[in-house]
């Protein structure tokens, strides 16, 4: 390969001129690949995001570091984080205007652009009809309020049957809500015998609950007309049942789970306050689970978005003996203990709306019929939330479960919010996956990153009055870069990702280039005086765009990420 060839992907300022030697593939100095986007930091960095109330219930934010003390299982903690995040007026982040095309001031707000996001994620996997029909009738009263020019709603549902990008248009919210309803078949109303749920699964065959097991037992003799020497018989299909719902319940609460995290990734694109309210009759977690509720959180930290949980069941109350409604109601034997279990279960399936709520910074809207009054709360952000940082000391990565407790040191009379806890990790992460991961958790970011020394320049081409063709070129400073001498080669991996958002924070479109160093010594010192360009070229329709440019190395895995703005008439 001729150093003219590679000039279409890669620019060398300075070498162009230069001939390099003939080169076999295994030779080459210099490739490049171009792959569609796949999208944790290195540290076991904790973030445990505080709220602080008076009496009135007012956020308080006037408080410092040392005023805190934080605790991991008991043990006293240092904080080496520490931030005030301040939401009474909606961040803008100034975007580098590389090309001189576009108004300064995009996407400020004095460009009328939203700066107030809001996810409401209707968890139609586990709810009723009846209480998704009470919310979504709720969620419509309150959006014909709240909704306004600098704000944006998105409805989306866990089941991914039902789903609007974030919009202004609130006929659009109105009819999306309408469309909300359970998928269809997970609610039957036939009856079951045994009459099993998933908390009820997980007593049974995860924890080897000797009542639950001998209730079910009776109960699946009355529902089956088993002859009084067929308790075996009843033994195996209540283990049978037991088993099918853990496995059931499992796969439908990690799709809740999954559903959230991908809609936080969404929401970390958008400008200003970014919330999520979610809005479920509950479910329940298993530990099995608990990583992945762990990651939702993190994640949700790490891009400032406030999650949010409504409880769709409203006030309700438990039945002895079950309500005629239910499948089955199990045997007067039973009445006592089903009752206890059903009250166990209806606060479990509360639990993890609470904890992921006030592990963000959110609030949990519970035991109330009043569903508009509370989307109303919950949809307005506490001004201030403090972010507290602490990485523990030789944690091991056994998965076990961590309690944390956060005080104030002397102001006894205030009110603290803050995360419960958190989960360790069960492994070392794989290290082509953590480095996808920080990635993409930094192409849906607005933080600008300046550990590697990149330039971000944009053009424009038009094609024609409805397409255009957008020129991402970065410029790598190598003189900062880290290589790898192997035999006589200088080595080191870059991975490019040029990413295309609209004005509402939608990924229009991106593209991966992974960039190969194996440079020879005079190659690399040639080159480091002068830099190197990398050209990325994307299809896209005239309009108002933010790009955002994430470089990665991987010797040094150190990351850069360049903020731009462009507007194609």
């Given at each position: 390969m001729q150093a003219s060839d590679l000039l279409p992907v890669l620019l060398l300022w300075g070498i162009a001129s230069i001939k390099l030697p003939a080169q076999t593939p295994d030779t080459q100095e210099l490739t490049s690949r171009d792959a569609p986007v796949t999208f944790t930091t290195r540290t076991n960095l904790v973030l445990v995001p505080v709220v602080v109330r008076d009496r009135q219930g007012k956020a308080v934010g006037n408080l410092r570091q040392e005023d805190f003390e934080l605790l991991d299982k008991g043990k006293p903690q240092i904080i080496t984080k520490f931030t005030i995040e301040?939401?009474?007026?909606?961040?803008?982040?100034?975007l580098a205007d590389p090309t001189g095309l576009v108004d300064a001031a995009f996407p400020a707000q004095s460009t009328g652009a939203p700066n107030?996001?809001?996810a409401y994620v209707f968890d139609d996997i586990h709810s009723k009809f009846e209480d998704l029909a009470a919310a979504r009738q709720a969620a419509e009263k309150h959006l014909t309020r709240t909704v306004d020019p600098a704000t944006r709603a998105a409805i989306y549902t866990t089941s991914g049957q039902t789903t609007l990008e974030f919009t202004g248009d609130r006929d659009k919210l109105r009819q999306t809500l309408l469309q909300l309803r359970p998928p269809s078949g997970s609610d039957s109303p036939l009856a079951n015998c045994p009459d099993m749920s998933y908390y009820l699964g997980d007593l049974i065959e995860n924890k080897h609950d000797p009542q639950a097991l001998q209730a079910l037992i009776l109960e699946t003799m009355e529902c089956a007309h088993l002859p009084p020497d067929a308790v075996l018989q009843a033994k195996m299909?209540?283990?049978s049942a037991a088993r099918m719902e853990v496995s059931i319940g499992?796969?439908?609460?990690?799709?809740?789970?999954?559903?959230?995290?991908?809609?936080v990734r969404r929401l970390s694109a958008t400008p200003g306050s970014r919330s999520l309210i979610m809005v479920s009759s509950g479910f329940f977690l298993t530990p099995s689970l608990r990583s992945d509720e762990t990651e939702v959180m993190d994640r949700a930290i790490r891009a400032n978005v406030t999650i949010?949980?409504?409880?769709?069941?409203?006030?309700?109350?438990?039945?002895?003996?079950?309500?005629?409604?239910e499948r089955t109601a199990g045997v007067p034997a039973t009445f006592s203990l089903r009752a206890r279990i059903r009250s166990e279960e209806a606060t479990a399936n509360g639990d993890v709306l609470a904890e992921i709520a006030d592990a963000t910074g959110g609030r949990f809207f519970h035991n109330s019929n009043a569903l508009d009054e509370g989307f109303d709360r919950l949809a307005a952000q506490p001004e201030y939330i403090y972010v507290l940082g602490f990485s523990p000391q030789n944690l091991k990565l056994d998965g076990s479960f961590h309690k944390l407790k956060v005080a104030l040191k002397n102001s006894k009379a205030l009110d603290i919010q803050a995360r419960r806890g958190y989960y360790a990790p069960a492994h070392a992460r794989d290290p082509d996956e953590q480095a996808g991961e920080e990635i993409r958790e930094a192409v849906f970011s607005l933080e600008e990153m300046r550990d590697l020394p990149v330039d971000l320049n944009l053009?424009?081409?038009?094609?024609?009055?409805?397409a255009a063709k957008l020129s991402v070129v970065a410029h790598l400073d190598l003189k900062q870069l880290r290589f790898r001498k192997a035999e006589d080669r200088n080595r080191n991996t870059i991975k490019l990702v040029a990413a295309v958002f609209d004005q509402n924070g939608n990924l229009v479109k991106a593209i991966e280039k992974t960039i190969e160093f194996r440079l020879r010594d005079q190659t690399l010192e040639t080159a480091s005086k002068t830099?190197?360009?990398?050209?990325?070229?994307?299809?896209?329709t005239p309009g108002r765009y933010v790009v955002r440019l994430v470089v990665r190395d991987s010797e040094g895995e150190l990351m850069?990420?360049?903020?731009?703005?462009?507007?194609?008439?």
């Open positions: 301040n939401y009474r007026a909606p961040k803008v982040v100034p107030h996001f809001v299909m209540v283990e499992e796969q439908t609460s990690r799709l809740a789970l999954i559903s959230m995290k991908e809609i949010s949980s409504l409880d769709a069941r409203g006030l309700f109350t438990i039945i002895p003996g079950g309500s005629a409604s053009q424009f081409f038009k094609s024609a009055d409805y830099g190197v360009n990398v050209r990325t070229v994307l299809d896209i850069a990420a360049r903020n731009g703005a462009i507007q194609i008439p």
